[in-house]
């Protein structure tokens, strides 16, 4: 199983990054994608997911309404649409993948990883 995100940047307060997320070795099926994210100094957070357990989308509360999380199977790939960026989100974001479908978007339940992808937003 192998995760390659992209799209990370460099990008001013109140602007947009669209961050990508290619897996194969897995299908889509019952498994969650989530997508976390790693702030200096800051433990791993979850930031949404698509996932069977909540029924299509989740996102915390910190993202929602700004960010928006969607899939095109038939490319395995998973997208993170990210508006109205600030400082606060400045971070390295991980896409992952949860085999189990549990159902809390937590780092230790999620099976397989990307390496990152940094999003710096300037204020």
């Known amino acids: 199983v192998q995760l390659v995100e992209s799209g990370g940047g460099l990008v001013q307060a109140g602007g947009s990054l669209r961050l990508s997320c290619v897996t194969t070795?897995?299908?889509?099926?019952?498994?969650?994608r989530g997508w976390f994210r790693q702030a200096p100094g800051k433990e791993r957070e979850g930031v949404a997911c698509?996932?069977?357990?909540?029924?299509?989308?989740y996102y915390e509360d910190s993202v929602k309404g700004r960010f928006t999380n969607s899939s095109d199977i038939g490319k395995n790939t998973v997208y993170l649409q990210m508006d109205s960026l600030t400082a606060e989100d400045t971070a390295i974001y991980y896409c992952?993948?949860?085999?189990?479908?549990?159902?809390?978007?937590?780092?230790?339940?999620?099976?397989?990883w990307g390496q990152g992808t940094q999003v710096t937003v300037s204020s």
């Open positions: 070795g897995v299908t889509f099926d019952d498994e969650s």
């Open positions: 698509i996932s069977p357990s909540y029924g299509g989308t």
């Open positions: 992952a993948v949860d085999l189990e479908d549990s159902p809390e978007l937590v780092p230790h339940d999620y099976d397989y």
